[in-house]
């Protein structure tokens, strides 16, 4: 059983940047895929940023690119997502996800979430 546990969540200022941190708890995790989604009241739960098993390559949602950064620190057994320029729209649950790969389209296989952190942006 893999174990995830989101932190860095609160209220923030619209342009304000905001950094979630994701820590997992099996030692094997790096054999993993790392993904954020997120999930807004009334709406699907969308993707957010994805990052391979190596750390090497990245994938965005198109709803933040270019605003955000995703990076994990195979030591530490953390992820973390970094966004700036942050918008009301980005109001939302956000979720960390252990998966077998991610891409451009959002990530897949193996399915263990953690149980969120709310980001409130007020304009």
């Known amino acids: 059983q893999v174990q995830l546990v989101e932190s860095g969540g609160g209220l923030v200022q619209a342009g304000d940047s905001l950094r979630l941190s994701c820590a997992i708890s099996?030692?094997?995790?790096?054999?993993?895929?790392m993904g954020w989604f997120r999930q807004a009241p009334g709406k699907e739960r969308e993707f957010v940023a994805g990052i391979a098993r190596s750390g090497v390559d990245t994938y965005y949602g198109d709803n933040v690119k270019g605003r955000a950064t995703i990076s994990r620190d195979n030591n530490l057994n953390t992820v973390t997502l970094e966004m700036n320029t942050l918008r009301p729209e980005d109001t939302a649950v956000y979720y960390c996800?252990?998966?077998?790969?991610?891409?451009?389209?959002?990530?897949?296989?193996?399915?263990?979430w953690g149980q969120g952190t709310q980001v409130t942006v007020s304009s």
């Open positions: 996800r252990a998966a077998t790969y991610c891409s451009e389209s959002g990530c897949f296989g193996v399915d263990f």
């Open positions: 099996r030692s094997t995790w790096y054999s993993y895929a």
